[in-house]
């Protein structure tokens, strides 16, 4: 068999995909960071008062939204539902993949809740659009507040670092490696045109 074709046939394989539920939380989730990120920018380039309150609360119930897909996740992968099998990475890669989602699941539970225990230092109530509000986590403390600005600014950032890392290495295996881990997270449609895309290119 000619090499072309062999190639060709090889990217006509099915792509074993994540679970369905997978694919709408992640993608859910990556929502909600870009929105809570985006509401507390937009705030710091305001100066009315009133508008800046409302950025403010519309980024905690973002915030609160991560911390449950992030928990919904986590429940998710414990009750083992069918994930892709990793047999075609290196172990190397496999190891890698393994650290930073183990480590961006730590901070996509942690940095909400630092948030929610920042608020409540300050001795301001979380809401999440309108319903709540929601228990008080600490007593108010200008000290700790302090602090837990600080530990919140520093892991929101950590977070976008490695979502931005997470991203980088999506695109390297679909085009450089030209391996299914992106196909496999895409939702149906753009995962689709996507390899057909890869297939029609290969054909030439």
Not at 27 to 55: E, H, M, N, Q, Y
């Amino acid at each position: 068999m000619h090499p072309s074709a062999q190639s060709h046939r090889v990217l006509h394989t099915p792509v074993e995909r994540h679970h369905r539920a997978t694919i709408a939380l992640h993608w859910a989730t990556a929502s909600l960071i870009l929105g809570a990120v985006a509401l507390i920018l937009v705030r710091d380039l305001v100066d009315t008062k009133a508008l800046r309150a409302l950025l403010l609360e519309g980024h905690r119930g973002f915030g609160v939204l991560v911390l449950i897909a992030a928990t919904a996740r986590l429940v998710q992968r414990a009750r083992r539902l069918p994930r892709p099998s990793e047999a075609d990475m290196p172990a190397l890669f496999r190891r890698a993949a393994s650290a930073t989602h183990a480590m961006l699941y730590g901070l996509l539970l942690a940095v909400p809740v630092l948030g929610w225990a920042l608020s409540c230092a300050r001795g301001q109530a979380v809401y999440v659009f309108g319903l709540g509000p929601l228990p008080t986590l600490l007593a108010r403390s200008a000290d700790l507040a302090d602090t837990l600005a600080d530990c919140h600014g520093w892991a929101a950032w950590s977070l976008l670092a490695l979502v931005g890392i997470h991203a980088f290495a999506a695109m390297w295996h679909h085009f450089v490696r030209r391996d299914p881990v992106l196909l496999r997270m895409l939702p149906s449609l753009f995962a689709t045109r996507l390899q057909a895309r890869r297939d029609a290119d290969a054909a030439i």
